[in-house]
């Protein structure tokens, strides 16, 4: 027997307001799935992290410890630990179920602004340096400190055995572990939001003469630019979809843009509000995203709720 | 001074505690004690057991019984069937205390203490303790009202112990005195006529002679006046008194009319003295009081007890203030009194300062006159009277020396005095030459200075070995060679005169003055860059190479042309545990450098001078260099990263 095949899909962009949730955080810095997508995290202006289940958008846990506004936060592969960093200069380790703090990381100079979560923390920092700490060792050193940007660093990716970091001298660092290379991609405006994309070829990186471009990884030359958004003051997010279709970023006129990755169009302009949308996070799977604007945090599908059960996801 | 004194090594040590026994180490440890043996016993070699609190509490006897050593009924065993009379007398608490109990932490503490007849002031703990629970119960809780009332008219023992002994209530204490026999006093007042008292002295001493003939008669001392020492705690100055409250409350003989604007009402309430007794009505010798007598102060006046005396008692000679030894008011001018102070006395010397001495041309008023006052005030120096232009802060130094009155200092004015003729000459040189040069030259000259030049210049700016002529020309020669490429650098320039000690140390510091001290071109142009204006000929040459590079990229982003033009590859190594954690394999196993080699950092600190540039020579000095890695001071940086890129530094330069 077998099962007629299933309809092609249409080209999937999260057009559609599932819900919306005050954060009481007040201003919300990051949001961040978890890595299968079912929680998410929201970094909030108040010290605080919330972690949240995806599917309703009910508050789980909220984790409190940091000095200053929580920037970044990520939590690992196993949803056991979460690590966020904050303009207090450090990074804490936390246990997801107790709530606790199971490390706490200092040792930047300056605000760390991204995190990034394997076995091994890497923090990127307005002092310029990436710090790899390992989670296991307890050594509160880190073991290794890249310190090759100019000015500060902020973004950072972590894929299988690659490092991305884009910093404010405009330049895309890339560290190859495999390799034990360093490829340094220069695009003159300071850059905001790196990505892998998920076939591990291309980089995605925003900067802020208000431009995302795709750069090939292995020659650097440039694949595709996206213009149209406004990005020319504050660090804000971007992403591709889930299965690399389109590009996404947030920009300061209070939309999210999404653009086709191929062609370069503009597909989508979902109108978050009025304020900048600070932060957005796509589903590791599914075509689902969050944004967050101020002290709210949505998420879109590519369908409304009600028909979300009768269609297979593949 | 210790070490002289070794050989003295016994005597001049003091030990102090007890010394360890003498380990032997052939003989097996000595275990600690054990875990049973860690008991407490008391004097009497029971085992102590501490039930609740650790002191105090009772004793849990023999084992948690009652019994003894011999079993639960005591050796001596009474029946006291036969003895009942006796066991009717009352038995205490204390009957079934023991020794513990009497003790300093049992229950029953007895020690020695005063009984109440005996106590002073300070009531016992006992006592204060069941006041306080008594005045717990009472009808107003906590008050002590009744006790405060109807207090027992006692005294204590210590004016007990002296009233047997002879002192009365108004004598004061000590051994007892002689009192001399009043002298004759000298007329004070106003004269009497009519009755008057005989002048309290004359007659009297002769009579009192008589009385008090015998001249072994002594008396009790005279008591000792209490001063009340209340600190001056008001912000209000000395001598002040605050309302009245006497006066303000109506108790004095006059009401205080408040309406009246005329009398002063603060004088009266305040207790000053008044001017006038009476403004209103009619008062004085008019009203009331006869034409030959004295009008009294105030007819209606309350008199007080303080007035009269209680004994039939000479005066005593001296003032009252027995005991009082500070200052008295022995002058008693009637003028000040009522105006000194408490505590103050009027001054038996008075100094007065002479006035202060004016300059000759002193005027007590100003005058102000921008134009020409400078030339009335003296001490002032010409410079000076000439009206300022443009206010003081466009003064200069010389302006502001001739302003102030100082001295130029003494030394060359320029720095230009400071060097040399030659490096003057040098520098001139330099200055024309950029200033003829083109562009092309300057970057030219910047990235590849010429050889013999550099090394000239580099030799002239920085000249380690100044003070030893052939030793700079050594090592000059040296730089030379090494710029050449020569790999006899070293021995070539060595003096064949020197022993084979001092070549090898010329040899290192040969090599780490050539590494520490480079050509002043690129020294310097890794610390600068080239400003966007030009704002000085003086400026330092700089290097555009990096520039250059950025431009290139900018126009190539500009272009889109991203990739080979945009695109920067080095080697980069990864730590070891990084690529652990990240499951990947180490892509370079061998080396432990860490980051990146051999690149130029921008950080601007000492390491951008110690990057060992690729020459071969340095690999045959690396015995050397490890040397001096070990003696030079890495000025410390705050993040450990510099340190462990020093590790690097050495490594690689070892491998």
Redesign the interface.
């Known amino acids: 027997m077998s099962f007629p095949a299933p309809k092609p899909e249409g080209p999937q962009i999260p057009q559609h307001l599932l819900w919306t949730l005050d954060s009481q955080q007040g201003p919300v810095r990051a949001v961040r799935f978890n890595a299968d997508g079912n929680y998410f995290l929201s970094c909030g202006a108040d010290k605080s992290l919330k972690l949240w289940s995806a599917s309703k958008g009910t508050l789980l846990k909220t984790y409190s410890g940091h000095g200053y506004e929580v920037l970044d936060a990520d939590s690992s592969f196993d949803n056991s630990q979460i690590c966020s960093c904050s303009s207090d200069k450090s990074v804490i380790l936390w246990d997801v179920a107790s709530g606790q703090v199971t490390r706490k990381l200092r040792g930047h100079?300056g605000v760390t602004f991204c995190v990034f979560n394997?076995?091994?923390v890497t923090p990127g920092s307005i002092d310029g340096?990436v710090r790899?700490w390992?989670v296991?060792?307890r050594r509160n050193?880190p073991?290794?400190?890249?310190?090759?940007a100019?000015d500060g660093i902020s973004s950072l990716k972590v894929a299988?055995?690659e490092l991305l970091t884009g910093s404010v001298d405009g330049r895309v660092r890339r560290?190859?572990?495999?390799?034990?290379?360093?490829?340094?991609?220069?695009?003159?405006s300071p850059i905001t939001c790196v990505c892998f994309s998920a076939d591990g070829q291309c980089t995605l990186s925003s900067s802020l003469d208000s431009t995302l471009?795709l750069?090939?990884k292995s020659?650097?030359?440039?694949l595709g630019?996206y213009k149209g958004h406004t990005m020319k003051g504050y660090k804000l997010d971007c992403c591709l979809s889930s299965k690399d279709t389109h590009v996404l970023s947030c920009s300061e006129d209070g939309h999210v843009y999404c653009w086709d990755l191929v062609e370069g169009s503009l597909s989508l302009k979902l109108p978050v509000g009025k304020a900048v949308v600070q932060s957005l996070s796509f589903h590791p799977s599914e075509c689902r995203l969050l944004t967050a604007m101020e002290g709210r945090v949505q998420l879109w599908a590519n369908e409304p709720e009600t028909e979300e059960t009768d269609t297979l996801v593949l | 001074n210790m070490a002289a004194d070794s050989d003295k090594e016994g005597t001049d040590f003091v030990s102090f505690g007890t010394p360890l026994e003498p380990l032997d180490e052939d003989e097996p440890l000595k275990k600690p004690v054990p875990i049973y043996e860690q008991t407490v016993k008391d004097e009497k070699g029971r085992y102590q057991r501490f039930h609740g609190a650790f002191t105090g509490g009772f004793s849990a006897g023999y084992f948690n019984t009652v019994g003894s050593k011999e079993g639960w009924s005591p050796a001596t065993f009474k029946s006291s069937r036969e003895s009942k009379a006796e066991n009717q007398k009352a038995r205490g608490p204390e009957d079934f205390m023991d020794e513990e109990d009497f003790g300093e932490h049992g229950i029953a503490p007895s020690e020695i203490t005063r009984s109440a007849e005996f106590q002073s002031g300070h009531k016992d703990a006992a006592t204060a303790k069941a006041r306080a629970v008594n005045a717990q119960s009472s009808l107003i809780p906590g008050d002590t009202l009744l006790e405060e009332i109807i207090a027992p008219a006692e005294s204590s023992i210590g004016v007990e112990l002296l009233k047997t002994m002879g002192w009365r209530e108004g004598q004061g204490i000590g051994p007892r005195v002689k009192r001399k026999p009043k002298k004759q006093r000298p007329e004070e007042g106003p004269r009497v006529y009519g009755c008057s008292r005989p002048p309290a002295g004359s007659e009297s001493s002769e009579e009192d002679d008589g009385e008090f003939a015998p001249q072994n008669v002594t008396f009790a001392p005279k008591d000792v006046t209490p001063f009340d020492f209340t600190p001056h705690l008001g912000l209000q100055g000395l001598g002040y008194r605050g309302l009245d409250p006497g006066l303000a409350l109506g108790q004095s003989a006059e009401h205080i009319n408040l309406f009246d604007p005329q009398l002063d009402i603060k004088t009266k309430l305040f207790g000053g003295k008044q001017k006038h007794t009476r403004h209103r009505g009619v008062a004085g010798q008019g009203f009331g009081v006869g034409a030959m007598e004295d009008e009294d102060e105030d007819i209606y006046q309350r008199d007080s007890m303080s007035k009269y005396d209680i004994e039939i008692k000479d005066e005593e000679p001296g003032d009252g203030l027995f005991g009082w030894t500070a200052l008295r008011n022995s002058n008693k001018d009637a003028s000040y009194i009522g105006k000194i102070l408490e505590g103050f006395t009027l001054a038996q010397k008075t100094v007065i300062f002479p006035p202060p001495r004016l300059p000759r041309d002193y005027r007590p008023v100003r005058r102000f006159n921008p134009g020409t006052f400078v030339s009335h005030v003296s001490g002032v120096s010409p410079a000076l009277a000439q009206p300022q232009t443009g206010g003081r802060h466009q003064l200069d130094s010389g302006q502001r020396r001739a302003l102030i009155g100082e001295e130029a200092l003494q030394g060359p004015s320029s720095v230009m005095d400071l060097l040399r003729p030659e490096d003057r000459e040098r520098l001139r040189n330099i200055r024309h030459s950029r200033h003829g040069s083109s562009s092309s030259s300057r970057s030219s000259s910047s990235s590849l200075p010429p050889k013999k030049e550099s090394g000239q210049t580099a030799a002239q700016t920085f000249k380690p070995f100044e003070n030893n002529p052939e030793k700079q020309e050594r090592y000059e020669q040296y730089l030379n060679c090494l710029k050449q490429g020569d790999t006899d650098a070293l021995e070539e320039s060595l003096d064949s005169e020197m022993t084979e000690w001092e070549r090898s140390r010329e040899r290192e510091e040969f090599v780490r003055a050539s590494i520490l001290y480079r050509p002043s071109s690129s020294f310097l142009s890794s610390r600068f860059t080239r400003s966007k204006q030009q704002d000085d000929d003086d400026t330092v040459e700089v290097n555009r190479d990096e520039e250059r590079d950025l431009d290139d990229?900018?126009t190539?982003?500009?272009m889109?042309m991203?990739?080979?033009l945009?695109?920067?590859?080095?080697?980069?190594?990864?730590?070891k545990?990084?690529?652990k954690?990240?499951?990947?394999?180490d892509?370079?196993p061998g080396t432990s450098v860490?980051?990146?080699p051999k690149v130029k950092r921008?950080?601007f600190s000492v390491f951008n001078f110690l990057i060992v540039p690729e020459s071969k020579e340095t690999s045959g000095n690396g015995y050397f260099c490890l040397h001096w890695w070990a003696e030079i001071q890495i000025p410390r940086d705050?993040?450990?990263?510099e340190i462990?890129s020093t590790r690097t530094r050495r490594d690689e330069i070892l491998t």
């Open positions: 100079a394997v076995v091994v340096t790899c390992d296991r060792s050193e073991i290794q400190i890249l310190d090759e100019r299988q055995h560290y190859d572990l495999r390799m034990g290379q360093l490829h340094v991609d220069f695009l003159s471009r750069l090939d020659s650097g030359e440039m630019e | 990229k900018q190539a982003v500009k889109k991203f990739g080979q945009t695109r920067e590859t080095f080697e980069w190594h990864p730590d545990v990084l690529c954690r990240f499951n990947v394999p892509p370079f860490v980051g990146l921008d950080k705050e993040t450990k990263h462990e």
